[in-house]
């Protein structure tokens, strides 16, 4: 069976893609369970037998918080390590 | 699967997938930090936008952490070069 260089090329295509694809959605995956940890910790403090009003308004700021959070971290890690590799280290 | 590429695009995937490895590692780092500067810094209950306080604490959060590591590195190398009499 003869693989034409057009399929090759469009295979090479398909297998960078799906990494691409997996490993973003590896990083949100890891958002959802890192935000929801935190987020239950500091908005359930005595867990009844629904959310609360108070409860959801506190769970919707903390998500948007801490995805805030992490683009602050991830900005400054960035930076930071490129003024590094600038500096020769 | 590998042996339907040449070896040139074998290359290329090789490549490509060392710098997709290492953006997961820095990704990994990023939500670690995430996580160990949020405890350190947001310790009231979270409102419609960061204080002041809050945002420049995540910053120096993760700048410090930094500086730590570097720190910590230095220091195990002289005591090594002590070590070995130099």
């Not at chain 1, 297998?15 to 359930?44: D, G, P």
């Not at chain 1, 959070?69 to 490129?82: D, E, G, H, L």
């Not at chain 2, 209950?45 to 590591?69: H, I, K, M, W």
Request: proline share 1%; glycine share 2%.
């Amino acid at each position: 069976m003869l693989t034409t260089t057009l399929d090759m090329a469009a295979r090479k295509e398909a297998v960078m893609n799906s990494v691409k694809t997996e490993i973003a959605l590896l990083n949100a995956q890891e958002l959802m369970n890192k935000s929801s940890e935190k987020c239950f910790l500091k908005c359930i403090t005595k867990p009844s037998t629904s959310l609360s009003s108070s409860e959801q308004t506190c769970l919707a700021n903390c998500q948007e918080r801490y995805m805030e959070a992490f683009n602050i971290v991830s900005r400054t890690y960035i930076s930071r390590i490129s003024k590094e590799r600038q500096a020769g280290l | 699967m590998a042996d339907k590429f040449d070896e040139a695009t074998q290359k290329e995937l090789a490549t490509f997938m060392e710098q997709e490895q290492a953006q997961a590692r820095l990704h990994s780092s990023i939500h670690t930090l995430t996580s160990t500067c949020w405890d350190k810094c947001i310790t009231g209950t979270p409102s419609s936008s960061f204080s002041r306080y809050e945002q420049g604490c995540l910053a120096n959060c993760v700048e410090r952490f930094l500086d730590t590591s570097l720190f910590l590195v230095k220091r195990i190398e002289e005591q090594r070069q002590q070590a070995l009499g130099h």
